[in-house]
């Protein structure tokens, strides 16, 4: 489907990891090289007391191109000191230059460009040891272009910058190279630094080519400004991008006023426009901003978006708050609500209630799987209700998750099941009697973090009574409910009151990278429980008479992504990703074919 986009964004965080401790790699290096040197000790043990053959290679071979006659083959002097010297330098070298480069990666990437240069230069033990200058030269060629490729993708995109820190293992090998075989040596490895720099030079022109014919952007870039929202979580440098693929839009945005005899007041709000999309970039952190805006207790519920209405900016959300702010002008208070009722058709229940001339509907199809929906599902749905009321507010729960999926689009089972339970609902919110009705709000934080699925906002209570009749919306900050986790809060809450519903913000601070870290997969539903009835019996508590006004403004100019850019670019990064080992193959099959050839014609 068109939309899959966080589908297609998930698939990405298979290729996401953390770096261990850089003491770990360090130990991992010295031990690689102290386990070759231990395996020479051995060989010579065996060969000396098996008869007279020296530790030194024969003299039969000595007068090689670059072997000496007494040649000592050490692990420790060829990969564990230029790995050593990678590690110390790499880091410094890229900050001189303005850019960041932590310890851990840097040792991560010695010990990896050590393991290959390993396996590279053993191979000659499978042919003939005379070999050994050639393929350690060749491991020198391929683990300089390796790091240049690595360093651009991970620390600055701009490569004749990351030409010095990537040379820092190479040249430190050259070196050892040049004093334990031959000068010579040196002329040949940086024959072979030119080869491969120039293989991996065009590897990284072939891949930055997708990103840059689609939407105008270095893909190498892209990969530096993700990585540093992957190391910090609140690096802004994706929004440039962002804004380059972005394109303007305007949604109405609905907010119902709840004015209170006493206490705090209220704002219940209902942004069309999606709250990622991902941690603090764009509009991650959406509900917190909005509610830190507004001196009223403010709910930020999920309205009916995908990731097509992610923000490109944090700055963006500053139109959000202007439309509620405009929304308040010229509003007509009205003492009177109805009672809530539930209406479902097919898989979509929708919990209504009606305050004065406007409506409001939650919607859910829990136990069913749902993702987002999508924009016009809850447009259409809006529009039929203007026939009745000036103000209709959709709410998407966003409360069942098993895993990710596509978002529900108009024309589709679950689209025409939303519209017929609205439809149906706001039918019966016609003959609803107005009655004179209480209000009572709580805000409680939680005792969990992000990576646990909770979002800095913790869980809102708005409780409205009417008519003898008490009913729980229930806002906590998060994305997305663990199946069952909404029934089991449910069946504890409607102990107090008479009717409920659950809701997500489907704030996507609490992802990276992949949208599912839904409320109840990392906590236990049980042990979220006690904190929601303790703020239910807080928002009990606060009740007071109150009015209600509700508002509709139009969010203006608002840069989003785009209709279909999150799955074009998350389908062209993956598509990259396919034909990049092949690629990536057949350029190393050449540089080595090369590097052969050139062998030949310098011994020659």
């Excluded at 109405?252 to 007041?265: A, H, L, N, T």
Aim: aromatic fraction near 10%; charge should be neutral.
């Amino acid at each position: 489907m068109a939309h899959e986009g966080d589908v297609k964004m998930g698939q990405l965080a298979r290729f996401i990891f953390t770096a261990p401790s850089w003491k770990r790699s360090l130990f991992l290096i010295l031990m690689l090289g102290f386990f070759i040197d231990a395996a020479g000790v051995k060989s010579w043990l065996v060969l000396n007391l098996s008869g007279p053959v020296s530790f030194y290679l024969p003299t039969v071979i000595s007068s090689t191109l670059f072997l000496p006659e007494k040649f000592v083959f050490s692990g420790t002097l060829i990969f564990t000191i230029p790995a050593l010297f990678a590690l110390a330098l790499t880091k410094p070298v890229i900050e001189m230059g303005g850019k960041t480069m932590t310890w851990n990666r840097s040792a991560l990437l010695a010990l990896t460009c050590t393991v290959f240069s390993v396996i590279i230069t053993l191979c000659a033990l499978a042919a003939s040891v005379t070999l050994l200058p050639l393929t350690y030269a060749i491991s020198l060629g391929f683990i300089f272009g390796l790091r240049l490729l690595v360093l651009a993708a991970i620390a600055d995109y701009r490569v004749p910058r990351m030409v010095a820190p990537a040379l820092t293992q190479s040249l430190a090998g050259i070196i050892v190279g040049m004093v334990l075989f031959s000068p010579f040596f040196v002329v040949y490895a940086l024959v072979l630094h030119i080869v491969f720099g120039l293989g991996f030079g065009i590897l990284i022109w072939i891949i930055e080519i997708p990103l840059k014919r689609a939407f105008g952007i270095r893909g190498l870039a892209f990969i530096n400004a993700f990585i540093a929202h992957m190391t910090d979580g609140s690096s802004h440098g994706m929004e440039n991008f962002f804004r380059e693929i972005g394109e303007e839009i305007y949604v109405p945005q609905v907010s119902f006023f709840f004015k209170r005899e006493r206490g705090k007041q209220v704002i219940f709000t209902v942004p069309n426009l999606h709250p990622g999309p991902m941690g603090e970039i764009g509009g991650g952190n959406l509900p917190k901003i909005i509610h830190d805006n507004f001196e009223e207790e403010v709910l930020v519920a999920h309205g009916c978006a995908t990731h097509d209405f992610n923000l490109v900016s944090e700055s963006e959300i500053n139109k959000v708050i202007d439309a509620v702010q405009r929304s308040r002008s010229n509003l007509v208070y009205s003492s009177g609500a109805g009672r809530s009722g539930r209406i479902m058709a097919g898989t979509v229940k929708v919990l209504y209630q009606r305050f004065g001339d406007s409506v409001l509907l939650v919607t859910t199809r829990s136990p069913y799987r749902t993702e987002d929906v999508d924009f016009p599902v809850g447009m259409s749905i809006m529009a039929e209700g203007h026939r009745w009321f000036p103000h209709v507010a959709v709410v998407d729960a966003h409360n069942c998750m098993t895993d990710l999926s596509s978002p529900v689009l108009l024309a589709t089972q679950a689209a025409r099941e939303y519209q017929k339970a609205a439809a149906g609902a706001m039918e019966a919110c016609l003959t609803s009697s107005l009655q004179p009705f209480r209000a009572g709000v709580a805000h409680h934080t939680l005792p969990y973090s992000r990576e646990s699925g909770f979002g800095d906002l913790g869980v809102q209570v708005l409780v409205i009574e009417a008519d003898g009749q008490r009913t729980a919306y229930i806002l906590i900050d998060g994305n997305n409910m663990a199946l069952g986790a909404r029934e089991v809060l449910l069946s504890e809450i409607l102990k107090i009151v008479d009717d409920a519903e659950i809701m997500t913000t489907d704030s996507h601070v609490v992802n990276t990278i992949t949208g599912k870290n839904p409320v109840g997969l990392n906590v236990p539903v049980t042990e979220i429980v006690p904190y929601v009835l303790r703020a239910l019996d807080a928002a009990i508590e606060n009740l007071t008479p109150s009015q209600a006004a509700a508002g509709t403004a139009q969010c203006d100019h608002i840069v989003v992504f785009g209709s279909n850019r999150i799955s074009q670019l998350a389908s062209t990064v993956n598509a990259m990703l396919v034909f990049v080992a092949p690629l990536s193959l057949a350029m190393l099959l050449l540089a080595f074919l090369l590097s052969i050839i050139a062998w030949i014609v310098m011994a020659s």
